[in-house]
């Protein structure tokens, strides 16, 4: 497994921006394909956005496509996840994920390493 550590999360208007970060380490970052879910309270925690070991694919959830951009460093062994026109149901705990490649999956079963979250909070 690997070690994953969030931030950047926080209290932002709607229509507002966040950048989250992901900071990996105990494994080799190119090993694994990474993903951001969210669990708002009383729901079950969803597929937000994913990227390829490589940087070359990346995946995201109908809610956010078009404001959300997954991205990595791996120079930096981290993954972002810019979160541009937040909407009030924005408002969730993010996690960071990784799942061993060549494992390419939405389904947070197959992930086997995650963060302790971040909690990103919408206001109207």
């Known amino acids: 497994q690997v070690q994953l550590v969030e931030s950047g999360g926080g209290l932002v208007q709607a229509g507002g921006s966040l950048r989250l970060s992901c900071a990996t380490s105990?494994?080799?970052?190119?090993?694994?394909?990474m993903g951001w879910f969210r669990q708002a309270p009383g729901k079950e925690r969803e597929f937000v956005a994913a990227?390829?070991?490589?940087?070359?694919?990346?995946d995201y959830a109908d809610s956010v496509k078009g404001r959300f951009t997954i991205s990595k460093d791996n120079a930096k062994n981290t993954v972002y996840l810019q979160m541009n026109s937040l909407k009030t149901e924005d408002t969730a705990a993010y996690y960071c994920?990784?799942?061993?490649?060549?494992?390419?999956?939405?389904?947070?079963?197959?992930?086997?390493?995650w963060g302790q979250g971040t909690q990103v909070t919408v206001s109207s």
């Open positions: 994920a990784a799942v061993p490649r060549p494992m390419w999956t939405r389904d947070r079963t197959n992930y086997d390493s």
């Open positions: 105990g494994r080799t970052f190119s090993n694994y394909n």
């Open positions: 990227i390829h070991w490589s940087g070359g694919g990346t």
